[in-house]
């Protein structure tokens, strides 16, 4: 999404006190004073956000975050109970509303339903893989806790340790994050290389890149805290 997240950033989130299906309802909720024309205005108005994000046009991106970002946020947090995970799950969620916006259907939905949806199902696979991955890292060190006693061994096991949470991590990227990772770590190619190579323009590898590159040093920095 070659400039989209950056546009995205120059708006300052803040999430609402209120309980998410508050917000979600005081979003979409008409005022009793107005009759059903407002709320058929403001659909065909977010409607046509998407119209011109799909012709990738970034300021109609950068509406649609600003309007919708803080009830987003506020949603996924409630769920996966981490301020940075939600941070991180909205960044995603605006990258698909970007690559995905011809595939609104408003005979479905609203706009503020799909979105809620989308980010309903992000948190709860996020909040499922982190169980996951917590379960395996136990299991791991609950199997190896008296297999290995001695300094070298004990070290052994907790590099292992650490490699495996790395690699449950990589798993777990978005296949197009992890595509331009495996490139980079596995191939040496560069970015530039890597957009030539896969005909992806050069902005998309960098911010695909960016995006995987600070969920790997998340879990870089816990199993770092683990061994110290």
Known sequence: MPGACASIRRYRVTESPLPAN???????????????????????????LLLRI????????????????GLLLALSRRIVLDASDAEEILQ?????????????DRGRSSVSTWLVLITRSRSIDRLRSRQVKDRTLTSMQKENRDQHTSPEGLGAVLLEQ?????????????QEQRQVLELAFFKGMTQSEIAGDTGIPLGTVKTRTLLAMKKLRKALSAEIRELL
Do not use: C, G, I
Request: glycine share 0%; charged share 30%.
């Open 22 to 48: 508050t917000l979600l309802m005081n979003h979409s909720a008409t005022d009793p004073n107005n009759d059903s024309n407002s709320a058929s205005a403001n659909a065909n108005d977010d409607s046509e």
């Open 54 to 69: 799909a012709r990738r046009d970034q300021s109609a991106l950068a509406e649609l975050y600003d309007r919708y970002s």
């Open 162 to 174: 650490r490699q495996q949470r790395l690699r449950l991590e990589m798993q777990e990227l978005p």
């Open 92 to 104: 995603e969620v605006f990258l698909q509303v970007w690559n995905q916006a011809e595939r609104y």
